[in-house]
């Protein structure tokens, strides 16, 4: 009986529940230094745990690291799950677009919901962008639907109407309660994202065509945008040949000194390596590739059809175009980002 009471005395009993803390914390502490093994171990699926950058922090290291972050359009899940795996494998956040056709054919509030579940799910930075918009109110609708950034599309315009529709825009998402970045495009590149015979109609590549410096500054500072897509010598689309005509690096440059903002190319379907990484390093930080992606996908099923021509299971011919996708933006990434 005296051992027991000796036991059961208070001064027992904190002396046991010290021990179970500390051996509980011991515990802990070995967990987590074996939950940071397998972190360090398996990287790529403990990207940014906590999911806390923002595309506008995210765009912003990659004009500091001169790198750049690929923008790649969607109009089915499974070019979206080809996109997502790609930066997924190569551990490098990735910008899904859709344009105001794409967003038609998926569903502005679906996209928004399909893109938000993986960004979820896996603790990724995936962002999602309205790409070519070209009013207000589509703009609004992308904004109020959860996008990350929109791009306002005003390229055809007047200097002063692009300027009147995109400073409307800005002033929307400064007051949605949330961050969404505005993108500006200024000289017109083009607007179908498809394979050419030729140069589009209405394109000029010679300089004075070219979006001008100081014009640039101008259209920055009085609409505010955190992005603008110049015209630099690329064009929407990509021709048959499967080679554009070389960028303009020197006006990319100036550009880019004379703005002091993140520039977005458009159009990078069909332009060279060296074009890429010149671009990036002289003031590029955002890539869109929308042909090429459409143009692999394509012809993966087709063949896919081909050779399996009774196949009526949809995931299963559908497949080799995914993984096709997957293919051409993992490739697009590794220079994008200098891996």
Request: overall charge negative; charged content about 25%.
């Amino acid at each position: 009986m005296l051992g027991n009471q000796e036991n059961n005395s208070p001064h027992s009993r904190a002396f046991s529940q010290t021990r179970f803390a500390q051996t509980t914390l011991q515990a802990n502490s070995r967990s987590s230094l074996f939950s940071n093994f397998l972190c360090n171990v398996q990287n790529k699926l403990c990207y940014n745990r906590t999911m806390a950058k923002t595309l506008k922090q995210t765009v912003w290291e990659a004009k500091e690291k001169k790198v750049a972050v690929g923008h790649f359009n969607i109009s089915n899940l499974e070019a979206l799950w080809g996109i997502f795996r790609a930066a997924q494998s190569l551990n490098v956040p990735v910008i899904i677009g859709v344009s105001e056709g794409e967003r038609d054919f998926v569903g502005v509030k679906q996209v928004a919901s399909l893109v938000k579940s993986i960004r979820e799910e896996f603790d990724y930075p995936i962002y999602l962008n309205a790409d070519h918009t070209y009013s207000f109110d589509k703009v609004k609708e992308a904004i109020d639907a959860g996008f990350d950034s929109v791009i306002v599309d005003g390229a055809k315009l007047s200097f002063e109407e692009n300027v009147k529709m995109t400073k409307q825009c800005v002033e929307y998402a400064r007051n949605c309660g949330r961050e969404v970045l505005v993108e500006a495009e200024l000289g017109y590149i083009g607007q179908s994202s498809k394979v050419l015979d030729e140069i589009p109609e209405g394109v000029m590549l010679d300089e004075s065509s070219l979006t001008d410096p100081a014009k640039a500054k101008e259209f920055v500072e009085l609409t505010g945008v955190d992005m603008l897509a110049p015209a630099v010598g690329n064009f929407h689309g990509m021709l048959r040949g499967g080679v554009d005509p070389k960028l303009n690096i020197e006006r990319v440059k100036a550009i880019s000194e004379a703005t002091g903002i993140p520039l977005v190319l458009h159009g990078g379907s069909g332009n060279s390596e060296d074009d890429f990484k010149q671009a990036i390093a002289n003031g590029i930080n955002i890539v869109h590739i929308n042909t090429e992606i459409r143009l692999a996908f394509r012809d993966a099923v087709k063949k896919a059809l081909q050779e399996n021509p009774d196949e009526v299971a949809p995931y299963k011919f559908l497949k080799p175009g995914m993984l096709a996708v997957q293919e051409v933006v993992a490739n697009k990434l590794r220079f994008f980002n200098n891996l």
